[in-house]
């Protein structure tokens, strides 16, 4: 047990700064007291759940939503808070000359505007000592025939092919797939094995991020994990949670089992390193935020604690028998077992309340915060 507690005592997730701010549907944003008026008070807040959960050090950035005047003044303010800048994230999703895509665009100099922006996240890395960059393309059409499917891959391949030229030591980026939205008909990358094969041609420092809300119903996520780990392509984790599509619910909470499976392939595969990058993806539309990213941090770590409890010799021997029923209830085992007792002790060996959620509601931060933001501005999307 005690490597098991070793193994979650070096578990580190990083929360996205955009979930602290006000977040919602086409719908409806429902602003919440309380909530966070510029980046600084996003890493203050995100500091807590680091505070309380002891595995969430790096804090997650979006440009422009995360724009400052002095990054390095930014990045010495989560130091300051105990937390460090972590994946920086582009935007080029909001502008009204991205209608028709951003460097997949028809149009060169609209190409051009939206390479310059991911080139300057990169400067952004360098200001804030982040190694990775986020990659996400709204871009695709809506109808047939709209454009070419082909020449907007080739746009595609041109501009990352630069980014991939700027990047300097010890930085990466990280490719994410989606299916579909905003896009109805063709995205340009709406899947793992698009983002895969333009990662492939351009070098190591090129991976792929598994968002889990990103996929048709009914893909197997642990599947596409397991196949990207063994190609040494899979960058990291966007995670969250959904019942029908980009629902960006809490990790775990729409479907724990697939969390699980996905984390036993992780861990199967050797991807329970540093070199992963376990990030939340979430936004919190009606539950509070912090007490949301608190409870999400755990959930992986929950799903996390199960597959490392996988009795793997068993496993092995069962499969290898072909007991069928054998080898699935070795892995039903760990899933069924209850790691909370498990959890509460290793939190108490960090010196951590064994009950987050309840340190937290009892810390009274909440109230301090909803007392102090009044007035300015509230963080959003600012779509
Ligand atoms: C796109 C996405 C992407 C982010 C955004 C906040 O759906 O998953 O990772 O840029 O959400
Ligand atoms: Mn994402």
Not at 32 to 53: C, I, M, N
Not at 64 to 93: M, Q
Not at 168 to 177: C, D, I, P, V
Not at 272 to 300: W, Y
Request: charged content about 25%.
């Amino acid at each position: 047990m005690s490597d098991i507690k070793a193994a979650l005592r070096g578990q580190r997730i990083e929360t996205p700064s955009w979930a602290y701010g006000n977040s919602g549907t086409r719908f409806k944003v429902f602003a919440q007291q309380g909530v966070p008026r510029d980046p600084y008070e996003k890493l203050a807040d995100a500091a807590q759940v680091h505070a309380f959960t002891g595995i969430a050090p790096t804090v997650a950035l979006h440009i422009p939503w995360d724009k400052v005047d002095d990054y390095a003044d930014l990045a010495r303010h989560a130091a300051e808070a105990g937390v460090r800048i972590g994946a920086i994230n582009s935007n080029v999703f909001q502008d009204d000359d991205y209608m028709l895509g951003s460097v997949t665009n028809p149009d060169p100099a609209v190409r051009r505007k939206a390479l310059d922006h991911l080139l300057e996240c990169v400067d952004i890395m360098d200001l804030t000592g982040s190694g990775t960059l986020k990659l996400w393309f709204s871009d695709g059409t809506n109808y047939p025939g709209q454009d070419d499917i082909r020449s907007r891959q080739d746009r595609l391949a041109e501009a990352l092919s630069a980014v991939y030229d700027r990047l300097g030591e010890g930085q990466r980026f990280l490719l994410e797939y989606k299916l579909f939205e905003p896009a109805f008909y063709a995205t340009d990358v709406p899947d793992w094995g698009t983002a895969y094969a333009h990662c492939v041609k351009l070098g190591p420092k090129a991976q792929v991020v598994v968002d889990t809300g990103h996929h048709a119903p009914g893909t197997n996520i642990e599947f596409i994990v397991a196949f990207l780990l063994r190609e040494g392509r899979l960058g990291g984790f966007d995670f969250n949670s959904r019942f029908y599509a980009d629902d960006d619910l809490m990790v775990g909470a729409a479907d724990p089992f697939q969390l699980f499976r996905i984390m036993y392939e992780v861990v199967r595969g050797g991807g329970f390193t540093p070199e992963i990058a376990f990030m939340l993806d979430q936004c919190h539309n009606i539950e509070p935020k912090i007490p949301g990213q608190i409870r999400s941090v755990m959930n992986v770590q929950e799903a996390t604690a199960k597959a490392l409890l996988v009795d793997a010799d068993a496993l092995a021997a069962a499969q290898t028998a072909g007991d069928v029923l054998g080898a699935n209830a070795v892995l039903m085992d760990a899933y069924n077992t209850d790691v909370r007792p498990l959890l509460a002790s290793l939190r108490e060996d960090m010196g951590l309340d064994p009950d987050p959620m309840k340190a937290y509601a009892r810390s009274g931060y909440s109230e301090k915060i909803r007392a102090e933001r009044v007035g300015g501005k509230q963080a959003g999307w600012g779509a």
